[in-house]
């Protein structure tokens, strides 16, 4: 079993709807949580960062956290053509003293027009 | 100001070939970080850099792989003898420095060995 499971897709929803996507992840020493959305041919791109549990709006994007049920998601509102890309999930411990970050292997979305 | 730069974008490399591909981080960045991302993966934690310091290279698959950031700035990551399974793209990242820093990733050099 790895560390950090996530639904690869692809996805496909019309402009203007809801998308959730979500994680699951096996160490519970994970405290720091985070999306990251990728573009083809890119880097990966932070969204949103979320310590421990518990929610997070910025705009269209809501992370959220459920430490106990190990499981992670990311909605997004009113979904754009722009946002297709493959999203990320990834997350780290406080056991070393520098961002080990482990990612999940990613979430292809498309959003039609 | 400019973000996080790799070269070459593209590789390709004949079996058993050495390549080095190169990562220029962000100008006061203190932390660098290599990752591996195979077709339809998340990156994969490589190595990771303090200023000059390689902190970790637990990520590092086999012993034909080294990096070195010998001034605390650019790092080159170095495969020797390459092989089919090195074929991915290679992410370099870098952040202030600690927990809870962002990284910034750069573009990636995508390496296809024949």
């Known amino acids: 079993q790895k560390e950090v499971e996530q639904d690869p897709g692809p996805l496909s929803v019309p402009e203007g709807a809801i998308v959730s996507l979500n994680c699951t992840y096996s160490?519970?020493?994970?405290?720091?949580f985070m999306w990251y959305r990728q573009y083809s041919r890119k880097g990966p791109e932070l969204l949103m960062y979320?310590?421990?549990?518990g929610n997070k709006e910025d705009g269209r994007f809501t992370a959220q956290v459920d430490k106990s049920s190990k499981y992670i998601s990311l909605f997004i509102r009113d979904s754009q053509p722009s946002d297709s890309a493959t999203y990320l999930c990834?997350?780290?411990?406080?056991?070393?003293?520098?961002?080990?970050?482990?990612f999940g292997p990613g979430t292809s979305l498309s959003v039609i027009p | 100001g400019a973000g996080v730069s790799q070269s070459p974008r593209y590789k390709v490399a004949k079996r058993g070939q050495d390549v080095a591909l190169r990562c220029d981080p962000i100008?006061?960045?203190?932390?660098l970080f290599w990752y591996q991302q195979a077709l339809g993966q998340g990156p994969e934690f490589l190595t990771y850099?303090?200023?000059?310091?390689?902190?970790?290279k637990s990520g590092l698959p086999s012993d034909r792989f080294f990096a070195e950031r010998p001034e605390g700035s650019v790092s080159t990551l170095k495969i020797q003898r390459t092989q089919q399974e090195d074929s991915a793209v290679y992410l370099c990242?870098?952040?202030?420095?600690?927990?809870?820093?962002?990284?910034?990733f750069g573009p990636g050099t995508r390496l296809l060995v024949l």
């Open positions: 990242a870098s952040s202030l420095g600690g927990v809870e820093e962002t990284q910034y």
């Open positions: 160490n519970s020493a994970f405290q720091y």
């Open positions: 979320t310590y421990s549990s």
């Open positions: 990834a997350m780290s411990a406080e056991e070393t003293s520098y961002d080990k970050v482990i």
């Open positions: 100008s006061g960045h203190v932390s």
């Open positions: 850099f303090q200023n000059e310091a390689q902190l970790d």
